[in-house]
């Protein structure tokens, strides 16, 4: 079990970027594949990139594709979500996640993962 705290977070206008932080309490390269998700109100917890535990692998959802891109060290003690040209739908709040994997597999569903941060509002507005 690894533990994770994000940030970055806070209120900006639409067409604006944003770099998220997660920070984890230990190396996650090449042990746990890792993945950054997001949770409007009222919404299900949405898959939005992913990177494999070798680190060689990367995916992202349809509407983060272009705007959006998720990287982290060679440790792996931090990754990122690096947003632009953000809307108003991309009002959620955004929590990464980490699953024991030691393979070239990113996984997309949240009910695979283990280990989860408390998360950091993301607020765009009009």
């Known amino acids: 079990q690894v533990q994770l705290v994000e940030s970055g977070g806070g209120l900006v206008q639409a067409g604006d970027s944003l770099r998220l932080s997660c920070a984890a309490s230990e190396r996650t390269t090449d042990t746990y594949a890792v993945a950054w998700f997001r949770q409007a109100p009222g919404k299900e917890r949405d898959f939005i990139a992913g990177?494999?535990?070798?680190?060689?692998?990367?995916r992202y959802e349809d509407s983060a594709q272009g705007r959006f891109a998720i990287s982290r060290d060679n440790a792996g003690n931090t990754l990122y979500l690096e947003m632009t040209s953000l809307t108003p739908e991309d009002t959620a709040v955004y929590y990464c996640a980490a699953k024991r994997s030691w393979s070239s597999v990113v996984f997309t569903t949240a009910a695979y993962y283990s280990d989860w941060g408390q998360g950091t509002q993301v607020t765009v507005s009009s």
């Open positions: 990177i494999s535990a070798l680190r060689d692998n990367i």
